[in-house]
């Protein structure tokens, strides 16, 4: 198989962080339209490794293709302008400054010699607050400052700054995370908006009832390396979980969405399958 | 009534520091008619004030970065005396200038370097900095005053120092410039770039921010500004002084912190430190007018500091 077959492509990736192996020859792909859900323990490398996919971190070994090209001096702008948008795990924002801010971000709307369209910035931020982040009340402005948000309500602006950027590959890092039920639909519901509009996801979860419910393929990871890798509609959500037991052989509980031995209800998001 | 409140909430720094300054001034006309109310009080301090103003607007961008910069006054320093030498060697004092403000630019690179690459606390590596350029004019000057007389009838010093009407000239060139300043920093995507490295910069690198690219560009803005500052106070008096700029460290920095730039990084005002800029020029005047030594003008302005930061914390002001 040439790399022309995928989307993007990460060949023998390593990273060393000081003198710690991170990532330890990983070969990762996503394919064209297809959603691939990244899960593994706390500090399994899911995170490095999709920085590195992003440029916001250079490799030590390997390379990257992306639509069969490879790619030299990664950096986050080029991906950015490739057509990858990723949602950090730390959400990427900047708390002292307002919503328009935050959402043009490294990538703002501006004249040849740069200075910044204001107006349009604002003006585009409110329409995607109201066609994508739903927020219709009126206490929440294009000029509200993010530090004067709640937990969900920034996950909500680092989300829909995504959407708002016509990507090609969307990178999700445990967008889940501190969301309640309902915002965690909406996060989910989005992943399958994703799929339906042609375009490639990756969905980095603690939660195999989550990433279960829309990827098409699971890869697992631990300790730097890929350790497994399941097709969907090959392995049904039990064996799944029992696999992931074998693999990591931790027994670790939070893969099965267990955190701190509280259970989590699986119920609420399709659970039943 | 709501949008009303909404402006205050909006430029609460500005409307806040720019009422200090107006009570300041009243308080200083109603003890001293006689010098207040006077222009040629407002003409010594507007001589004096441009260079202020420059280094203020400027230090805004470093302090908002999330660093601090205090080599400058060497820079000013060291860039005041590379013009005074290759004025004295014959050459047209247009060239030095440009020397000069290429040399300073390049003090500021270096300072950036030693923070991006070298990974130093900007704090402590500025401030060697400001010991080492200090200790280097020294050694090189031997302590002794370069006068330069002869500029006072150039071209070059009508511009850069000559009066329109009463009005001197360092004030239009320093208003100018902080326009500018203010431009770049709320209207252009550097400055954008400045306050989110200093907000959050993991953030800011993971949205495409160039995090090293434009630290250092802050240090050099701040090394051109201090030789700009350095050629314009040697043209008030025509003369290259060994110590030009030491007295500025503690000025600038009260200037951008009474102004409301917090000390945190993230935000910052270039017209709030230009307002502080006014605010410390005058209160430098109203110490000389009302008798007082040199002394109290450190100590107030060590007063000023302090009570600025301990405003920041009050004034809605918020750390992340
Ligand atoms: N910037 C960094 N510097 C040093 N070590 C890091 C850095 N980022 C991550 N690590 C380490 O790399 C390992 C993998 O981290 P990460 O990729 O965040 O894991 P995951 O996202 O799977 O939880 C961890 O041991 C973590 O401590
Ligand atoms: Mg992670």
Redesign the pocket.
């Known amino acids: 198989m040439g790399e022309n077959n995928y989307l993007m492509k990460a060949i023998n990736i390593s990273k060393f962080?000081r003198y710690v192996e991170?990532l330890k020859n990983v070969n990762f792909e996503v394919g064209f339209n297809e959603i691939v859900g990244l899960v593994?323990d706390?500090?399994?490398?899911?995170?490095?490794l999709i920085k590195i996919l992003t440029g916001v971190h250079n490799a030590d070994s390997g390379e990257l293709y992306w639509k069969g090209e490879k790619i030299a001096n990664h950096s986050v702008p080029q991906a950015r302008d490739m057509g990858i948008v990723t949602v950090f795990?730390d959400k990427a924002l900047v708390e002292q400054h307002p919503i328009w801010r935050n959402i043009f971000m490294g990538k703002e709307i501006t004249d040849t010699i740069g200075f910044i369209n204001i107006k349009k910035e604002k003006e585009e931020t409110e329409k995607l607050m109201k066609e994508i982040m739903g927020f219709t009340s009126s206490t929440i402005t294009p000029d509200t400052t993010l530090g004067n948000m709640s937990g969900g309500e920034k996950q909500g602006v680092a989300i829909s700054r995504a959407l708002y950027f016509d990507a090609d590959l969307i990178i999700l890092d445990e967008p889940t995370t501190g969301l309640s039920l309902s915002e965690t639909k909406k996060v989910l519901s989005f992943v399958e908006r994703i799929k339906n509009t042609g375009k490639a996801c990756i969905f980095i979860t603690h939660n195999l009832f989550h990433v279960y419910a829309v990827a098409d393929r699971i890869v697992v990871?631990d300790r730097g390396k890929i350790v497994g890798n399941f097709f969907m509609g090959q392995i049904s959500l039990e064996e799944l979980e029992k696999k992931m037991l074998e693999i990591t052989g931790t027994g670790d509980a939070e893969h099965f969405g267990v955190y701190s031995g509280r259970k989590i209800n699986p119920g609420g998001l399709n659970g039943t399958r | 009534m709501k949008l009303r409140i909404e402006f205050f909430n909006k430029y609460k720094i500005s409307i806040g520091v720019t009422s200090v300054f107006l009570i300041l001034m009243s308080i200083f006309i109603i003890a001293n008619p006689s010098v207040f109310l006077n222009y040629r009080a407002y003409m010594a301090v507007f001589t004096t004030l441009g260079a202020s103003i420059i280094l203020a607007a400027t230090m805004v961008f470093v302090v908002a970065s999330g660093e601090l910069d205090l080599s400058f006054p060497s820079v000013i320093g060291f860039s005041a005396w590379i013009f005074a030498v290759i004025v004295k060697s014959g050459v047209s004092p247009f060239i030095a200038f440009l020397v000069a403000l290429f040399l300073g630019s390049i003090v500021g690179f270096l300072n950036g370097i030693l923070v991006t690459k070298v990974q130093l606390s900007s704090l402590v590596s500025t401030l060697g900095m400001n010991f080492l350029i200090r200790g280097l004019i020294m050694i090189l000057t031997d302590g002794i005053a370069i006068p330069l007389p002869f500029l006072r009838d150039t071209l070059f010093h009508t511009i850069f120092a000559g009066r329109i009407g009463q009005l001197p000239i360092q004030m239009l060139w320093s208003i100018g410039y902080a326009v500018i300043c203010w431009l770049i920093f709320n209207r252009h995507r550097f400055g954008g770039h400045v306050c989110y490295i200093g907000d959050n910069v993991t953030s800011a690198r993971e949205m495409g921010v160039r995090v090293e690219r434009v630290k250092i560009a802050t240090f050099v803005l701040m090394g051109f500004s201090s030789a700009f500052a350095g050629v314009m106070l040697t043209l008030i008096n025509n003369s290259f002084w060994p110590t030009t700029g030491e007295g500025y460290l503690l000025l600038i920095l009260a200037a951008v912190f009474l102004g409301g730039t917090p000390t945190w990084g993230g935000i910052g005002t270039i017209f709030g430190a230009i307002i502080g800029a006014f605010i410390l020029g005058f209160i430098e005047t109203g110490i000389v007018a009302s008798g007082l030594t040199g002394f109290y003008k450190q100590f107030f302005y060590g007063l000023i500091l302090i009570l600025a930061l301990i405003s920041h914390r009050y004034a809605g002001l918020k750390r992340k």
């Open positions: 962080f991170v593994g706390n500090g399994a490398g899911k995170s490095t795990q990871m």
